[in-house]
């Protein structure tokens, strides 16, 4: 087994409930490798925060157990699991120098001032913030304190990070150039990271793994690769990414391929989670997978309804078999569409981009 395929961190049935009633967490099994980028993510309330606050200590488990590195942690405060923290709101202290903001956790574990001096550098080099040190942190604009709390997040070398939407508060540009920091720093340091967002794009971009939770479970857990493109369950495939869906029921299935009835016209799609015949499905394709021109396998009627430039691509909302918010993207290379609102169309898709899922009520 190499280093990276070793289970570090372990999610053993655990629950978490704040009432006694509902649980916000249920059964959870999860094993994070050693290394690994592994991004929790979900909407609001899907119990991914909660997941992340057990980790850390800050939150109890109501039933199941929790190890890191195979040591039960269940019962071990949070100063005392070595695990460094980075929040959305950088938590810095206002009245300590950028410099004494690192000390802390040092001093905390009782290491000696020279080797505190060296670790404090060496953490401020990798974020690129040494000249800062002596800054306090209200001189610093968002995305230096975040870069700052990073810091302190490293300085002890902790055995495991976890961030919590540590980028939320920055503006799109600077969110995106911290994306891309962030990953090349775990890539550097082999660490193990642990973050919670509610944004997908982001996930994408930084994560080895995505476990994509809703109502307090797991709905898939895979590369980023995979989730975007093999979806497993309709919530994945409309939370992850852009996707169009139509809802049918299945009248034949011939091995890996289903045949679906959408509205008296029949689809063909992979039978990913389709049910029976006669039973309702949801088919998936994503708008990339769509071409304007009958020369796939599906073929359907549509009439533009909304044309907009976003430089790269066109993003031409159409309106096919009842479904008016049906998106296609036609990259800004191909120029010879000459498309207008009103415009009546074939649009074609083959099978292989199309997946037949659980029907969404």
């Given at each position: 087994m190499s280093i990276k395929n070793q289970d570090f961190v372990t999610f053993e049935n655990v629950q978490k409930t704040y009432d006694g009633k509902e649980l916000v967490v249920k059964n959870l099994n999860l094993n994070i490798y050693r290394g690994e980028f592994l991004t929790m993510l979900g909407p609001s309330g899907s119990g991914k925060t909660t997941c992340l606050m057990m980790l850390a200590g800050f939150e109890n488990s109501t039933n199941g157990e929790i190890k890191l590195n195979g040591n039960l942690i269940n019962n071990i405060p949070p100063y005392k699991r070595n695990i460094g923290m980075?929040?959305?709101n950088y938590a810095l202290f206002p009245h300590m120098s950028v410099a004494e903001n690192l000390a802390f956790p040092l001093e905390v574990r009782k290491i000696e001032k020279a080797?505190?001096?060296?670790?404090?550098?060496?953490a401020l080099e990798m974020v690129k913030m040494e000249q800062f040190k002596n800054r306090m942190p209200a001189q610093l604009s968002g995305g230096q304190q975040q870069r700052v709390a990073l810091a302190r997040s490293l300085v002890f070398e902790p055995d495991l990070v976890l961030m919590d939407e540590p980028l939320g508060a920055l503006d799109k540009q600077l969110r995106e150039q911290m994306q891309y920091e962030i990953k090349h720093l775990h890539e550097e340091l082999e660490i193990t990271v642990v973050y919670v967002t509610h944004d997908q794009s982001e996930a994408l971009t930084m994560s080895?793994?995505?476990a994509v939770f809703n109502d307090g479970v797991?709905?898939?857990?895979?590369s980023p690769n995979e989730l975007y493109e093999k979806p497993t369950n309709s919530f994945v495939a409309q939370f992850i990414g852009e996707n169009n869906k139509f809802d049918g029921k299945v009248i034949s299935i011939d091995g890996e391929i289903v045949t679906v009835e959408v509205n008296g016209n029949e689809f063909k799609a992979l039978a990913v989670n389709s049910g029976d015949i006669g039973e309702k499905t949801t088919i998936s394709?994503?708008?990339?997978?769509?071409r304007i021109d009958d020369s796939l396998e599906n073929v359907a009627d549509a009439e533009v309804v909304e044309l907009i430039?976003?430089?790269d691509h066109i993003r031409c909302r159409l309106s096919v078999e009842k479904n008016?918010?049906?998106i296609v993207k036609i990259p800004n290379s191909i120029n010879n569409?000459?498309?207008k609102r009103g415009d009546k169309k074939k649009i074609s898709w083959n099978a292989a981009d199309c997946r037949a899922l659980d029907y969404e009520l």
């Open positions: 980075v929040f959305q080797d505190r001096d060296k670790k404090i550098t060496r080895d793994r995505v797991i709905q898939q857990l895979a394709i994503r708008p990339e997978r769509v430039y976003l430089g008016s918010k049906f569409y000459i498309l």
